[in-house]
């Protein structure tokens, strides 16, 4: 089958799909379901004192990670630390939950997440931990408790819908190579 025969099956199928879906909206008995309806659940445990992980507003996209600390720690100009924050979480299958720097605290004080975004993979049920970094000239001290990250759950696609497959040569793009600026600044 060549290339025209094989787009032309496809939309075909296209045209299919959409008749059976205007023959289904149709339907008296169809509703619309609500959003909530739509809502995938995450399950957590939390192991800290601090208030469960929510999302603050309508429309956030992050939740906040506190620091899950007995003690103040003090990050020097360029130091990095694990800052536990006594949270696991169960994702839902093709999810990762990343991790991010506050905006706020990367402006103002320099703080961010060194591997950003981190990846906490679907399967994993330990301890999440965020990585600071403290990219300012100033000390600067994490209290027990403080909101240092946040963490937004992402669909991805992975070992579920993603197959690897070695080659010896990938197909020509006009692009090419060209990366790392190569488009310019302007």
Known sequence: MDNLDQQMNELNELKDLMNQLESFSSNKDFSVPSFDEFKIETKFTNNSNNPDPE?????????????????????????????????????????ELQVRPRSGMALKYGISVLNTPGTVDEGYRGEVGVIAVNLSNEDYTIQPGERIAQGV??????????????????????????????????
Do not use: C, H, W
Request: proline content about 5%.
């Open 153 to 186: 759950i992402m669909n991805v696609v992975g070992q579920g819908m993603s197959k690897l497959v070695r080659v010896n040569n990938l197909s020509e793009t006009e692009r090419g190579e060209g990366g790392f600026g190569s488009t310019g600044k302007e």
């Open 55 to 95: 999302y603050s507003n309508v429309g956030d996209s992050g939740f906040d990670l506190r620091a899950f600390i007995s003690e103040p720690i003090t990050l020097k100009p360029l130091e990095r630390k694990l800052i536990p924050t006594g949270l696991r979480f169960e994702l839902p299958t093709s999810t």
